[in-house]
């Protein structure tokens, strides 16, 4: 049995066919993945993203920190702006591709589950000499909301400040609603956001979109 996300029961309420996937029992399909492909082109459709790992980077050389550690220069993007970049190892090859967070004085990373521990690892490794705190976030669930219709969706089925966060947003923007974090970020070329919030949040989130016409 591997690892769970807050979602498992839920996807097996929905069918979900749960498969391994980087030591997590994670859904490959509801049924039928060309519908479930359609519904993303055409309409809004959610995908449990909470195998990711969220990793949260402070002190007062977060910066200098991960201007050593990332392929980017994260000093490009203003406070409330993500990038998308990799991890580099002393030969300049890639360990990982990630997305950063960029707060006023703090950064969130999204790396892959499936190389959690080298990731991590090297974080760690690479941290010496700077006064920097690397805390990782199993607390907290991932939900992408992706599709032509999903943010007037989230619009709705969000709190007013959700809500306004989510109409307000650039392109790989974000914005924190308390202790979601809300972006317009997403990997399928469609429009849409990803919610990072706590895992005890996740399932009544999933119930909601589900109710208002989004498809698992």
């Known amino acids: 049995m591997g690892h769970r996300t807050p979602l498992y029961d839920a996807h097996l309420a929905a069918g979900g066919k749960m498969v391994d996937f980087g030591g997590w029992d994670m859904p490959i399909h509801y049924g039928s993945q060309l519908e479930e492909h359609h519904a993303v082109r055409q309409h809004a459709g959610a995908f449990d993203v909470s195998h990711m790992t969220v990793v949260d980077v402070q002190g007062g050389d977060a910066r200098a920190y991960l201007r050593h550690l990332l392929a980017n220069d994260i000093d490009k993007v203003k406070a409330g702006r993500a990038i998308y970049t990799c991890m580099l190892n002393e030969r300049g090859g890639v360990v990982d591709d990630l997305i950063v ?12 589950c499936a190389t959690r521990e080298k990731d991590l690892d090297w974080m760690e490794n690479q941290a010496g000499g700077f006064a920097v705190d690397i805390h990782e976030r199993p607390d907290l669930a991932m ?30 923007g974000f914005e924190y609603v308390g202790e979601w974090l809300i972006a317009r970020t997403g990997y399928t070329g469609e429009d849409g956001a990803e919610i990072i919030l706590p895992g005890i949040k996740a399932e009544d989130l999933w119930q909601r979109l589900v109710d208002a016409g989004v498809r698992p």
């Open 101 to 112: 967070y960029k707060g006023d004085n703090d950064y969130r990373l999204v790396v892959n």
């Open 143 to 172: 939900i992408a909301v992706q599709g032509p219709e999903a943010r007037a969706i989230l619009e709705k089925v969000l709190c007013e400040a959700g809500a306004k966060a989510v109409a307000g947003l650039p392109f790989f």
